[in-house]
């Protein structure tokens, strides 16, 4: 049975750092790409990072990129989101999932089949 969970969410003040970690179990890293991914209220879901099974190439959105770095260790089947100089508008519940298909049209990737995912965890950024 895959399963994976996030957690190291918290509070938070602007400025600050948190790491998150998504523990996988049932698959091994061969068999999926992992993203994270966030919500925050009243906005859609927002594809945040991106770490890949086939070469370990890394994707950020914009509007994380030189802030938050998606890391792995495949010894712990975790994959990790180092977020730092955190900002109010990154409060959200960020959510881990496994990635079928990846497809990269210019500097953009697009996941596709994210078939599991983890419970989310709530990062509060305070201002």
């Known amino acids: 049975e895959v399963q994976l969970q996030a957690s190291g969410g918290g509070l938070v003040q602007a400025g600050g750092a948190l790491r998150l970690s998504c523990a996988s179990s049932g698959f091994t890293p061969d068999d999926y790409s992992i993203g994270w991914f966030r919500q925050a209220p009243g906005k859609e879901r927002e594809e945040i990072s991106c770490i890949s099974n086939n070469d370990g190439s890394t994707y950020y959105a914009d509007s994380v990129k030189g802030r938050f770095t998606i890391s792995s260790d495949n010894a712990k089947n975790t994959v990790y989101l180092q977020m730092n100089s955190l900002k109010p508008e990154d409060t959200a519940v960020y959510y881990c999932?496994?990635?079928?298909?990846?497809?990269?049209?210019?500097?953009?990737?697009?996941?596709?089949?994210?078939?599991?995912w983890g419970k989310g965890t709530l990062v509060t950024v305070s201002s």
């Open positions: 999932a496994t990635i079928r298909t990846i497809v990269v049209v210019g500097t953009k990737w697009h996941f596709y089949g994210m078939d599991y």
